[in-house]
């Protein structure tokens, strides 16, 4: 059988690095399939599109060809041929991927292309709608999160590191302006499936999450 793990949680849990430093223990590759919303956010901002529109950015999506290719420093998200990695993480682009990410047609897309790629490969997979439509029968389903406060905490300390001076409380405000948005919308919202161990982080350091999540793999899988 093929070793896939689905882990969701919302904006600033530690996500990507806790997937990818899971997924390295274990051998196995980490998809991060938000950056594939924020490939088409890109796409569709770069192209003009209306992103309120949402007929627009469903047909923009289809004629797009959004890939991911694995590196030794990880995951290189691809669209029409051209590595946009590097574009990806501006504040712009991240509101842009959590507002295409309500649409219907474009979630379609995403979810076909993700469930392709898992169904002949081991690998954790993050995301806000992987234990609910993505990978419904995973054998491992994990919810990160941690408080609003401490996630906003966390990211405004990555900001502040890159010499950006954002203040916290702007941070915070975004943040919840994301969560909302991810957790309100009509298809496939963020929560947590019954079947989801929830893991906050609020109390954890990142060594510590990682430990907690091989451990909670480690009891599923042997159980
Ligand atoms: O995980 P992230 O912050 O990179 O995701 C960016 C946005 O993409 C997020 O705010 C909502 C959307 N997204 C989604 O709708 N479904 C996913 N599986 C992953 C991300």
């Excluded at 390295?24 to 569709?44: K, Q």
């Excluded at 290189?76 to 842009?96: H, L, W």
């Excluded at 993505?134 to 890159?162: C, Y």
Aim: hydrophobic fraction near 40%; aromatic fraction near 4%; charged fraction near 30%.
């Amino acid at each position: 059988m093929i070793l896939n793990i689905a882990m969701d949680g919302p904006v600033g849990a530690g996500k990507s690095s806790i997937a990818k430093a899971v997924a390295d223990r274990l051998g196995i590759l980490h998809l991060d399939t938000g950056a594939m919303y924020r490939a088409v956010g890109l796409s569709a901002i770069r192209a003009g599109v209306d992103l309120q529109d949402e007929n627009a950015v469903t047909e923009h999506t289809k004629k797009i060809d959004v890939s991911v290719a694995h590196s030794a420093t990880g995951q290189r998200t691809i669209v029409d041929g051209e590595d946009v990695t590097d574009f990806i993480r501006t504040p712009e682009v991240s509101m842009a991927a959590s507002t295409v990410g309500k649409y219907l047609g474009v979630r379609r897309e995403m979810v076909a292309i993700q469930q392709k790629l898992a169904a002949t490969t081991p690998m954790l997979v993050d995301g806000r709608d992987i234990c609910v439509r993505v990978l419904p029968n995973a054998p491992v389903k994990i919810f990160l999160t941690a408080s609003a406060e401490e996630r906003a905490r966390r990211r405004w300390l990555q900001m502040v590191e890159k010499g950006d001076t954002t203040p916290y409380e702007d941070v915070l405000r975004d943040l919840r302006a994301r969560d909302a948005q991810d957790m309100n919308r009509e298809v496939d919202p963020l929560r947590p499936t019954e079947d989801a161990k929830i893991v906050d982080t609020t109390n954890m350091n990142f060594e510590q999450t990682v430990e907690y999540i091989l451990k909670i793999v480690e009891e599923t899988i042997h159980e």
